[in-house]
């Protein structure tokens, strides 16, 4: 059973991708690619700057993850540096390749284990990675819905809209009912936002308060101290903010929804494609875009989100697989030199 779920999650993604990309293909067949070329062109150089200040951030904001639960544990003897380059390289390589596939778990156990920890704070330390990545999620969808909550209902009726075009999707759809068939209100999901951030808050009052775990069946919540919890709320949502800053600053000023709108389909699109488990959200991440931003030109979306995969996703992904050979080389020359002093001691 465990070896068909092995095969299960891979299989999801792949079915994700081919999908996503037919469904991509039949908005977009009439795009050209000399109109995408002239939409990354037009792009101003002073913007393609505050995206790659925006993936700075973001990837500092991963690597302050990496710092956060390393100060929950009590580790302190591991540099900034060391934790900056094995931060930067799990997520470059698990955005990209996928988490069910390559696990950040697996590079993080690899870097770590060399540094003294054992494999229980390694496990802590990438559960609390997650969590911090969530609690990110959780804050700025509440925020998004308190300060813009008709944002959700126009993101599910543009999909819907897109994905009913054709009779089998439009039978699928039929399935599911829409926001509106709750008559689901702004009012509703502004306080559906406030309620995310009360859970938020119950959390960092656990923390303040040093309240006893939080049990579920299996699910164990313990609360971290608060100097851990304070960083986790602002790091969580600023590696988020980053992200969505480099589609923001690559679309078109004229036609530009503003920055709570690119948020809110960033979150929904981001988290789409880490749910389908297609590496990278290939083809899921691309078709929401162009889904929810369909008033401004298509071919402007598509080059925005090409900037976004560029900077955030494939040149991060070169370089994490130089730093992996790097590394490789390092412990299998440290292997071999000590291999080699070490025979002729034993000669003797």
Same mark, same amino acid.
């Given at each position: 059973?465990?070896?068909?779920?092995?095969?299960?999650?891979?299989?999801?993604?792949?079915?994700?991708?081919? #999908?996503?990309?037919?469904?991509?293909?039949?908005?977009?067949?009439?795009?050209?690619?000399?109109?995408?070329?002239?939409?990354? %062109? =037009?792009?101003?150089?002073?913007?393609?700057?505050?995206?790659?200040?925006?993936? @700075?951030?973001?990837?500092?904001?991963?690597?302050?993850?990496?710092?956060?639960? #390393?100060?929950?544990?009590? *580790? %302190?003897?591991?540099?900034?540096?060391?934790?900056?380059?094995?931060?930067?390289?799990?997520?470059?390589?698990?955005?990209?390749?996928?988490?069910?596939?390559?696990?950040?778990?697996?590079?993080?156990?690899?870097?770590?284990?060399?540094?003294?920890?054992?494999?229980?704070?390694?496990?802590?330390?990438?559960?609390?990675?997650?969590?911090?990545?969530?609690?990110?999620?959780?804050?700025?969808?509440?925020?998004?819905?308190?300060?813009?909550?008709?944002?959700?209902?126009?993101?599910?009726?543009?999909?819907?809209?897109?994905?009913?075009?054709?009779?089998?999707?439009?039978?699928?759809?039929?399935?599911?009912?829409?926001?509106?068939? /709750?008559? *689901?209100?702004?009012?509703?999901?502004?306080?559906?936002?406030?309620?995310?951030? #009360?859970?938020?808050?119950?959390?960092?009052?656990?923390?303040?308060?040093?309240?006893?775990? @939080?049990?579920?069946?299996?699910?164990?919540?313990?609360?971290?101290?608060?100097?851990?919890?304070?960083?986790? @709320?602002? =790091?969580?949502?600023?590696?988020?903010?980053?992200?969505?800053?480099?589609?923001?600053?690559?679309?078109?000023?004229?036609?530009?929804?503003?920055?709570?709108?690119?948020?809110?389909?960033?979150?929904?699109? /981001?988290?789409?494609?880490?749910?389908?488990?297609?590496?990278?959200?290939?083809?899921? /991440?691309?078709?929401?875009?162009?889904?929810?931003?369909?008033?401004?030109?298509?071919?402007?979306?598509?080059?925005?989100?090409?900037?976004?995969?560029?900077?955030?996703?494939?040149?991060?992904? =070169?370089?994490?697989?130089?730093?992996?050979?790097?590394?490789?080389?390092?412990?299998?020359?440290?292997?071999? %030199?000590?291999? /080699?002093? @070490? %025979?002729?001691?034993?000669?003797?």
């Amino acid at each position: 059973m465990k070896n068909i779920r092995n095969f299960i999650w891979p299989l999801i993604g792949i079915a994700a991708v081919i #999908l996503s990309c037919w469904l991509l293909y039949r908005e977009l067949h009439t795009l050209s690619l000399h109109s995408v070329v002239d939409s990354l %062109k =037009a792009i101003p150089h002073h913007n393609y700057l505050m995206a790659i200040i925006s993936t @700075l951030a973001a990837y500092a904001a991963l690597a302050w993850y990496d710092r956060i639960a #390393l100060l929950h544990l009590g *580790v %302190k003897n591991i540099s900034l540096w060391y934790v900056s380059v094995t931060s930067f390289t799990t997520y470059a390589l698990s955005h990209n390749i996928g988490a069910s596939v390559f696990s950040g778990a697996i590079v993080r156990y690899r870097a770590y284990s060399v540094k003294g920890l054992s494999a229980t704070q390694i496990a802590i330390l990438v559960g609390l990675c997650s969590f911090t990545f969530a609690l990110g999620v959780i804050i700025l969808a509440g925020v998004v819905l308190i300060i813009y909550p008709h944002v959700l209902i126009e993101i599910v009726g543009k999909l819907s809209e897109k994905m009913g075009g054709g009779s089998f999707f439009t039978k699928l759809y039929s399935w599911f009912p829409s926001l509106e068939s /709750f008559q *689901v209100t702004d009012r509703t999901l502004f306080f559906v936002g406030v309620f995310l951030l #009360l859970l938020v808050a119950l959390y960092a009052l656990g923390s303040l308060t040093g309240m006893r775990p @939080l049990q579920i069946r299996s699910f164990r919540l313990e609360y971290p101290r608060p100097a851990v919890m304070l960083r986790q @709320l602002i =790091a969580g949502p600023l590696e988020l903010l980053g992200a969505a800053g480099i589609i923001y600053f690559a679309l078109p000023g004229e036609s530009n929804p503003g920055f709570i709108v690119v948020l809110a389909v960033f979150l929904a699109s /981001f988290s789409a494609g880490l749910l389908s488990h297609a590496p990278g959200g290939l083809g899921v /991440f691309e078709l929401i875009f162009t889904a929810c931003l369909s008033n401004i030109p298509q071919q402007d979306v598509i080059a925005a989100v090409l900037v976004f995969r560029l900077l955030y996703l494939l040149l991060p992904f =070169a370089l994490s697989i130089i730093v992996v050979v790097l590394h490789e080389k390092a412990s299998l020359t440290s292997i071999w %030199k000590r291999r /080699f002093h @070490l %025979k002729p001691n034993n000669q003797q």
